[in-house]
Structures are given as C-alpha cells and as structure tokens.
Nanobody
Framework: VQLQASGGGLVQAGGSLRLSCAAS????????MGWYRQAPGKQRELVAS???????YYVDSVKGRFTISRDNAKNTLDLQMNSLKPEDTAVYYC?????????????WGQGTLVTVSS
C-alpha cells in the first residue's frame, strides 16, 4: 500500500493546519496509522497514532494541540494541528505499523512540509 500525505504549508505561530493522508488500498483495522515528522537534523519521530477503537497516542509536545482521526471506510488519516509553534516545523509523513512505530510497514512517501514562522 502507498500513502500520500498532503495539506502542509506555511503558517504563522498560533495558526492551524489540517493534514490528510490517503492510502492506495485497504488498511487493516488491526494496524495503527500514524503521523510522523522529521525536522532538519533530527530523527523521525512519531507524532500521533490511532488504532481501531479510536485508541490514540500523542507525543507530549503536541498533546492538547493536535487531533488525529481515521476513516476506515475511506482509508484516510487526518491530523488537525492547532496552536502551531515554530518547533512543529518539519516534514510530516503518514504510515502504518503493527507492533512498533519504529517498524513502519509502508514505504515512506515524500511527506508534506509544515513551516511555522515565529
């Protein structure tokens, strides 16, 4: 399956963006879908994830600001990002994983660039 992220852009600090991810095929509900990001000079990190039953995970730095949602029927994944900060600047990717977020199952696409200006 291929995943395509979109919705990035340039926004001022305090602003909002909504990222979307479309899968080319069906994603098993037993797999988690996640949003990752990689800032320049830093390792890729898992920002948020969701699995069947709407169980969600957020990295501490985005809790209360980001909301992840998943549409199993449409095989899409969204990330609503509010109160954006300059440190949120990164390329954002979507992927799926099973037992560990470090073991992403799909190939990494181009991602979508989010730039937050101060």
């Amino acid at each position: 399956v291929q995943l395509q992220a979109s919705g990035g852009g340039l926004v001022q600090a305090g602003g909002s963006l909504r990222l979307s991810c479309a899968a080319s095929g069906s994603i098993s509900r037993s797999l988690a879908m996640g949003w990752y990001r990689q800032a320049p000079g830093k390792q890729r990190e898992l920002v948020a994830s969701i699995i069947s039953g709407d169980t969600t995970y957020y990295v501490d730095s985005v809790k209360g600001r980001f909301t992840i949602s998943r549409d199993n029927a449409k095989n899409t994944l969204d990330l609503q990002m509010n109160s954006l900060k300059p440190e949120d600047t990164a390329v954002y990717y979507c992927n799926v994983y099973g037992t560990s977020w470090r073991l992403a199952l799909a190939s990494w696409g181009q991602g979508t660039l989010v730039t937050v200006s101060s």
